[in-house]
């Protein structure tokens, strides 16, 4: 009976300890792609002058309308 405690001991420890890790790797990955996906975008703007004041004159329309809701 205690050999069994123990190996479900064990194994529900190790299943905690690996879906942890995995939630914490799920999350830097995402960071890091929402990290490159910016700096791609930043590129293009620099890039893109036109576009880029057109896109501020758009967000900044899209906050107004969001602050009269």
Do not use: P
């Not at 890790?21 to 930043?42: C, F, I, P, W």
């Amino acid at each position: 009976m205690y050999i069994c405690i123990s190996i479900n001991t064990i194994a529900f420890g190790y299943l905690g300890y690996y879906f942890i890790n995995y939630d914490l790797k799920m999350q830097d990955a995402v960071t890091q792609a929402e990290h490159d996906g910016l700096g791609s975008a930043r590129s293009y703007f620099k890039e893109q002058y036109v576009i880029c004041k057109d896109y501020k004159r758009w967000a900044k329309k899209q906050d107004s309308v969001s602050n009269q809701k």
